[in-house]
């Protein structure tokens, strides 16, 4: 059931159905959170944290919380899907570059890719992070 909701989200997610996002969210929360897989709770989390990106009244700060909540959900090497979507947040919120909010998360997206066990991340093409 977590991934069958995981999937939905990220569906509805692509088809600009923010509502249904936020809707499936709190469905999957509970089965999410308790999950040994940390990348799952990334992955769950940065489809939500996009949700407000896309709605008609973007909401960057809660945004930007979301995704800082969802790149320390996971220890250790992270798969690619998860640097994706964290660096598709990132270009999705780039038109508020100016706002500390979003070079926070840039700050934190730049720091979590450094870091030494993040080694399949180097099969990812960089993204261009902000300074």
Do not use: C, F
Not at 26 to 44: F, G, K, Q, T, Y
Not at 49 to 61: G, R, W
Not at 116 to 125: D, I, N, S
């Amino acid at each position: 059931m977590p991934r069958t909701l995981a999937n939905a989200i990220t569906t509805r997610l692509s088809l600009g159905d923010t509502a249904e996002v936020v809707a499936h969210a709190e469905e999957i929360e509970d089965l999410v959170e308790p999950s040994p897989s940390d990348w799952s709770r990334a992955l769950v989390g940065l489809d939500v944290a996009s949700a407000p990106l896309k709605q008609d009244s973007p909401e960057v700060e809660h945004a930007m919380a979301l995704g800082g909540k969802a790149l320390r959900a996971g220890i250790g090497r992270p798969i690619k899907s998860v640097w994706e979507r964290a660096t598709e947040l990132y270009v999705g919120a780039e038109r508020w570059h100016d706002e500390r909010v979003v070079r926070d998360y840039a700050d934190e997206l730049r720091s979590w890719r450094a870091q030494p066990q993040a080694g399949p991340l180097a099969e990812v093409p960089h993204a261009r992070i902000a300074p």
